[in-house]
């Protein structure tokens, strides 16, 4: 068997790895993972031709093993115990060679955002290194933290979970020194096992900096994170009112992006973003928290700020046919879609007499939802609510799709799946409108927009 020590020095010299041979180059090292459906080991071979350095198993070939741990048929494949451990303990072994600061993100809304919003401030001063995408799980963590190179100054660490003992598995090889949980919400209930499970999932994370002498950035205006975060020697708080951190939505004198005023703790003006949604509000203040506690210049973080614009689905402001699309397609739950739909409701379309008297077009507003996952058996109730809260409002159209929206009791068109939305909304003929279109990952409301000739091209701020 070859040793985390023997493989950390060949990790040295061939520091690029792959669990994917579609994605492989040349000199990288393939970890044969396994899954369900699928078995990395069979890969290894391929992998090797097509240009790996080595291919790291835990299964034996039918050539054997020699007594140095690399089969005797290839030097290259080298066979450890289990694949998946081997990289995880790869990472703990790479992790402790820094003395630097690990900012772990966790929570039930909003961490890509703020993943993307911290790495981008911190990165107008230092040399930093982020989760890429979503890699977020027990195969992302290791992976990000092993594309860590020696001269970073900064590595901010998206932690995704959707049970407890995760995010602590996470923080035994990833060790965090700060940690930031977004919020608490109602999300992966099924896993967690209810909304108490939540808190005590993400919470794993303040267990860990309570433990190890770390700091917390808090959200004051949470009463469960300020709870939650008692015990923990060091911590920083950002919010609306009576943190160390304060700010407030700023009025939009054009458009439909947040506007942030810093209140206190910093002198950045008001920070002009090209997010969508007020509830992107303590993203942005924790970015600017963290970038102003560790020496970032205001004028450095208002620009950083401004210049991240949101991708992959996440509240993308699109244009297409004079239609604006607002695309919040990567994942769902119940908080995050009260949020966006709140947010959409009173989103100020133009100044036209009307609604409530508000001079907010509801005339002009289109809802298409797709249906939350993992929520266990709270879930019709859950889509329910979300029907009941739809229904406060008078939107021109309202599309439901898939999962429990089909249970749940409305009037409302509604679709078995986002292909029949897309032939829907495609020969619906829709012109001049407003669409938020928001969905888990697993309703792929992306597709909603897929029939269509052309796409769209994301607005700039």
């Known amino acids: 068997m070859v040793t985390i020590e023997e493989l950390y020095e060949i990790y040295l010299q061939h520091p690029q790895i792959q669990t994917d041979t579609r994605l492989l180059k040349p000199g990288d090292i393939f970890f044969a993972l396994k899954g369900p459906n699928f078995n990395g080991n069979t890969f290894a071979p391929k992998a090797l031709e097509l240009g790996a350095a080595y291919a790291v198993i835990d299964e034996k070939p039918a050539t054997g093993v020699d007594t140095n741990g690399s089969t005797a048929g290839d030097p290259r494949l080298l066979l450890v115990g289990d694949v998946l451990t081997t990289l995880q303990d790869l990472a703990l072994h790479h992790r402790k060679r820094f003395d630097i600061p690990f900012i772990a993100i966790t929570g039930s809304n909003g961490k890509t955002t703020t993943k993307e919003l911290v790495h981008a401030a ?42 407890q003992k995760e995010i602590a598995g996470y923080c035994r090889y990833a060790l965090p020194t700060h940690g930031i949980i977004t919020n608490i919400g109602r999300a992966h209930l099924e896993g967690f096992g209810g909304p108490e499970g939540v ?13 190890h002498n770390g700091t917390a950035f808090v959200l004051r205006d949470s009463d469960d994170l300020r709870q939650m975060s008692r015990g923990i020697p060091h911590v920083i708080t950002y919010g609306t009112q009576d943190a160390d951190y304060t700010g407030r939505v700023a009025p939009a004198t054009a458009g439909t992006f947040l506007n942030v005023e810093i209140t ?9 973003t090209a997010l969508v949604g007020d509830y992107n509000l303590p993203n942005v203040l924790v970015a600017v928290a963290v970038a102003k506690h560790f020496g970032v210049p205001d004028v450095r973080i208002r620009k950083a700020i401004e210049q991240y614009t949101p991708s992959n689905s996440r509240s993308q402001l699109l244009e297409k046919d004079g239609n604006h699309i607002i695309l919040d397609a990567y994942n769902a739950n119940p908080s995050s879609m009260r949020a966006a739909i709140e947010n959409f409701a009173k989103l100020p379309v133009d100044s036209t007499p009307g609604s409530n008297g508000s001079g907010i077009g509801f005339d002009k507003k289109i809802l298409i939802l797709g249906a939350m996952a993992e929520l266990g ?4 109730h859950e889509h329910q609510g979300i029907v009941d809260l739809i229904g406060r409002y008078p939107w021109r159209e309202v599309v439901l799709v898939g999962g429990d929206f089909l249970k749940a009791k409305h009037n409302y068109k509604s679709f078995a799946n986002s292909k029949e939305a897309a032939q829907w909304f495609h020969h619906a003929g829709i012109k001049d409108a407003w669409l938020l279109i928001k969905g888990s990952r697993s309703s792929r409301m992306e597709e909603v927009l897929a029939t269509l000739q052309d796409q769209p091209k994301t607005t700039q701020a």
Do not use: C, Q, W
């Open 122 to 163: 911190l990165s107008a001063e230092y040399i930093t290194y982020t989760t890429r995408g979503n890699l977020n799980n027990h195969i992302g963590v290791p992976l990000t933290l092993l594309s860590v190179r020696r001269d970073a100054e900064f590595a901010v660490i998206e932690m995704g979970a959707n049970h």
């Open 199 to 211: 808190k005590k999932g993400k919470g794993e994370l303040y267990d860990h900096l309570r433990d």
């Open 264 to 272: 206190h703790g910093a002198t950045t003006g008001v920070i002009h």
């Open 377 to 380: 058996p709270e879930s019709v």
